[in-house]
């Protein structure tokens, strides 16, 4: 009986034995699975990372190679030879493969990347899109008044566009008449009557305190305020990130703010364009209870309306970057001015005429009365001849002088008449003929009342100054040919680097003028008319004079100072989005 127990029991135990070497060799067969999956996790993991690293490395290449070109398109950077082939630190196994092709959409860069891990065991494929949004230029000369830190206009004028290049002010006149700040709380202020037919942005706050309407929409970064009156204010729309106070007038268009908004009566949202919000605002509104201050039947201040729009800001420079000096006109003027230590003091005295071209200059008197001969050096009476010396100016590089009474040389060199200042007194008088002339001034440039400079047509001047520039009472500058030479510059051209109070136009006479100060508080009290641009640190109109931009300067290309003569704005490459695909299909 024992026996036949002893032998069940080792059938027990036999069974148990092979149970037990069931679980274990199905444990090992398990964990090899495992191992095996988790290899195989790997090197597929590998191979993604390898697929995103060739995404981030042609991404940067692009990217870099905007900073190189910013105007590159979109299609000339996907040909910028932005693909790699590389590995990884971990053996020799590891290989990625990306590239860059233009994408269905306009704006669209696709950057495809494959990665393998143990010569092809393992692959990944990833496809990335990146937004590509070109970088825009503007032109020197893109609007009437640009005020890197402010504008104020206390005058009556009327301020408009017109297009020199395709005929007279009467023939083309037209609504182009920009006004810009941008550096850091530059403010515009519109406290006279200005009639303005153009846009107003500033990176500061926009006032409207006088009766001056706008035709054309205004952009504030810090907020408008718009002061009692009627009429139409703003002819488009009142855009801001900050707030807005409307008192009186009509805007014809639509409001936006990103901060409060606060309207009086007596003040309406005409919203003609048929916008789905007259306005929208992210902060408080503040609206009289008045039918009029509603839409559709939806009162101002119902929440439809206190959305905040989320306005993009105008970009903000530092006052003496770049952008406000796009000409690098203060960097450079030192090696334009040249060594001046034997530049002679012109002053051109009553009753005395001066004649300068590209190469030569001299002066006669008028009626037998002379007071010396304008060159500095107290000779008087007869006439003399002064030669002008050659020099490299920067901003001819592109724009070559023109002078017609030699031959034409190949050397890159301009002819230029060196000052230590330029004075034309009363009744004397200075024409300009011959070509593009260029008078380098270490020291003021002024022209007194009752003289008169005479621009002749087909002829230009261009004056580098370092100090003060007083064209002031009844002296004049006639153009004789308003608009760009046949070589391209302006027909009279003021280049200042003085900083501060440092010009001031005060004449009664229309005068045409490219005026560029970047550093330059420029007044305007004169009642002549001005005709061109100008480009100042602050600009302070109080005359009653009129100003009428000419749209042709905008062509002006100078090839200097960013490389390019222009303000430009970035281009970007934005990621959106990224999907896998297995290698071998397609998107």
Same mark, same amino acid.
């Given at each position: 009986?024992?026996?036949?127990?002893?032998?069940?029991?080792?059938?027990?135990?036999?069974?148990?034995?092979?149970?037990?070497?069931?679980?274990?060799?199905?444990? !090992?067969?398990?964990?090899?699975?495992?191992?095996? &999956?988790?290899?195989?996790?790997?090197?597929?993991?590998?191979? $993604?990372?390898?697929?995103?690293?060739?995404?981030?490395?042609?991404?940067?290449? &692009?990217?870099?190679? &905007?900073?190189?070109?910013?105007?590159?398109? $979109?299609?000339?950077?996907?040909?910028?030879?932005?693909?790699?082939?590389?590995?990884?630190?971990?053996?020799?196994?590891?290989?990625?493969?990306?590239?860059?092709?233009?994408?269905?959409?306009?704006?669209?860069?696709?950057?495809?990347?494959?990665?393998?891990?143990?010569?092809?065991?393992?692959?990944?494929?990833?496809?990335?899109?990146?937004?590509?949004?070109?970088?825009?230029? =503007?032109?020197?000369?893109?609007?009437?008044?640009?005020?890197?830190?402010?504008?104020?206009?206390?005058?009556?004028?009327?301020?408009?566009?017109?297009?020199?290049?395709?005929?007279?002010?009467?023939?083309?006149?037209?609504?182009?008449?920009?006004?810009?700040?941008?550096? =850091?709380?530059?403010?515009?202020?519109?406290?006279?009557?200005?009639?303005?037919?153009?846009?107003?942005?500033?990176?500061?706050?926009?006032?409207?305190?006088?009766?001056?309407?706008?035709?054309?929409?205004?952009?504030?970064?810090?907020?408008?305020?718009?002061?009692?009156?009627?009429?139409?204010?703003?002819?488009?729309?009142?855009?801001?990130?900050?707030?807005?106070?409307?008192?009186?007038?009509?805007?014809?268009?639509?409001?936006?703010?990103?901060?409060?908004?606060? !309207?009086?009566?007596?003040?309406?949202?005409?919203?003609?364009?048929?916008?789905?919000?007259?306005?929208?605002?992210?902060?408080?509104?503040?609206?009289?209870?008045?039918?009029?201050?509603?839409?559709?039947?939806?009162?101002?201040?119902?929440?439809?309306?206190?959305?905040?729009?989320?306005?993009?800001? /105008?970009?903000?420079?530092?006052?003496?970057?770049?952008?406000?000096?796009?000409?690098?006109?203060?960097?450079?003027?030192?090696?334009? /001015?040249?060594?001046?230590?034997?530049?002679?003091?012109?002053?051109?005295?009553?009753?005395?005429?001066?004649?300068?071209?590209?190469?030569?200059?001299?002066?006669?008197?008028?009626?037998?009365?002379?007071?010396?001969?304008?060159?500095?050096?107290?000779?008087?009476?007869?006439?003399?001849?002064?030669?002008?010396?050659?020099?490299?100016?920067?901003?001819?590089?592109?724009?070559?002088?023109?002078?017609?009474?030699?031959?034409?040389?190949?050397?890159?060199?301009?002819?230029?008449?060196?000052?230590?200042?330029?004075?034309?007194?009363?009744?004397?008088?200075?024409?300009?003929?011959?070509?593009?002339? /260029?008078?380098?001034?270490?020291?003021?440039? =002024?022209?007194?009342?009752?003289?008169? !400079?005479?621009?002749?047509?087909?002829?230009?001047?261009?004056?580098?100054?370092?100090?003060?520039?007083?064209?002031?009472? =009844?002296?004049?500058?006639?153009?004789?040919?308003?608009?760009?030479?046949?070589?391209?510059?302006?027909?009279?051209?003021?280049?200042?680097?003085?900083?501060?109070?440092?010009?001031?136009?005060?004449?009664?006479?229309? !005068?045409?003028?490219?005026?560029?100060?970047?550093?330059?508080?420029?007044?305007?009290?004169?009642?002549?008319?001005?005709?061109?641009?100008?480009?100042?640190?602050?600009?302070?109109?109080?005359?009653?004079?009129?100003?009428?931009?000419?749209?042709? &300067?905008?062509?002006?290309?100078?090839?200097?100072?960013?490389?390019?003569?222009?303000?430009?704005?970035?281009?970007?490459?934005?990621?959106?989005?990224?999907?896998?695909?297995?290698?071998?299909?397609?998107?």
């Amino acid at each position: 009986m024992m026996k036949k127990q002893n032998g069940f029991t080792l059938i027990k135990v036999l069974l148990l034995s092979t149970m037990a070497g069931v679980v274990v060799f199905g444990a !090992m067969r398990e964990t090899l699975v495992q191992e095996r &999956l988790s290899g195989n996790f790997q090197k597929s993991m590998n191979a $993604r990372f390898l697929s995103e690293k060739g995404i981030y490395i042609v991404a940067k290449c &692009l990217k870099d190679k &905007l900073v190189e070109d910013p105007s590159l398109t $979109r299609d000339e950077l996907v040909l910028a030879q932005c693909s790699y082939t590389g590995g990884g630190s971990a053996g020799d196994d590891l290989k990625y493969d990306a590239s860059a092709e233009a994408g269905d959409a306009p704006d669209i860069v696709v950057i495809t990347s494959s990665g393998e891990r143990y010569s092809g065991d393992s692959n990944d494929k990833i496809i990335a899109h990146y937004k590509f949004t070109p970088g825009s230029s =503007s032109a020197v000369n893109d609007s009437i008044m640009a005020g890197c830190t402010g504008v104020s206009l206390k005058g009556s004028s009327l301020i408009d566009s017109y297009d020199s290049s395709a005929g007279s002010y009467e023939q083309t006149k037209g609504s182009n008449a920009v006004i810009n700040t941008s550096s =850091s709380n530059a403010n515009v202020s519109l406290s006279g009557h200005s009639i303005i037919k153009g846009d107003v942005n500033a990176a500061g706050a926009i006032y409207l305190t006088g009766s001056s309407p706008v035709y054309g929409n205004i952009k504030s970064n810090t907020g408008i305020e718009i002061s009692s009156g009627g009429g139409v204010r703003v002819d488009g729309n009142a855009i801001t990130l900050g707030d807005i106070v409307h008192k009186g007038g009509e805007i014809t268009g639509y409001v936006r703010a990103n901060g409060d908004a606060t !309207m009086k009566s007596g003040a309406s949202i005409a919203n003609l364009s048929n916008d789905d919000f007259d306005i929208q605002y992210g902060g408080t509104g503040t609206f009289p209870n008045e039918g009029a201050f509603s839409q559709n039947g939806v009162h101002y201040s119902n929440s439809r309306y206190n959305v905040n729009p989320q306005i993009t800001p /105008i970009e903000i420079h530092a006052a003496d970057s770049s952008h406000c000096d796009p000409l690098a006109i203060v960097q450079n003027m030192d090696e334009v /001015i040249g060594e001046s230590n034997d530049y002679l003091y012109y002053k051109v005295w009553a009753n005395q005429h001066y004649t300068f071209a590209p190469t030569w200059a001299y002066y006669e008197t008028i009626n037998g009365n002379g007071n010396g001969n304008g060159n500095g050096n107290g000779n008087s009476g007869g006439l003399s001849a002064i030669s002008a010396f050659q020099k490299d100016i920067y901003i001819f590089d592109t724009l070559e002088q023109y002078y017609e009474d030699v031959v034409q040389s190949d050397n890159d060199l301009e002819y230029v008449y060196g000052m230590s200042g330029f004075e034309l007194g009363s009744n004397g008088s200075v024409t300009i003929q011959g070509g593009d002339v /260029i008078f380098l001034i270490d020291g003021d440039f =002024s022209i007194k009342g009752g003289s008169g !400079m005479t621009i002749k047509a087909g002829s230009s001047l261009s004056i580098f100054v370092t100090g003060n520039i007083d064209l002031g009472g =009844s002296g004049n500058v006639y153009v004789e040919q308003h608009g760009l030479t046949n070589s391209g510059h302006a027909a009279f051209n003021i280049y200042s680097s003085k900083s501060g109070e440092g010009v001031s136009l005060g004449g009664n006479s229309d !005068m045409y003028a490219m005026v560029y100060a970047p550093l330059s508080t420029v007044k305007v009290t004169g009642s002549g008319s001005l005709y061109g641009s100008i480009v100042g640190s602050f600009i302070d109109g109080s005359g009653s004079g009129d100003f009428h931009f000419d749209e042709a &300067l905008k062509t002006v290309d100078f090839g200097v100072g960013d490389g390019s003569g222009s303000t430009q704005t970035k281009p970007l490459l934005t990621f959106e989005r990224w999907y896998y695909r297995l290698p071998n299909s397609t998107e």
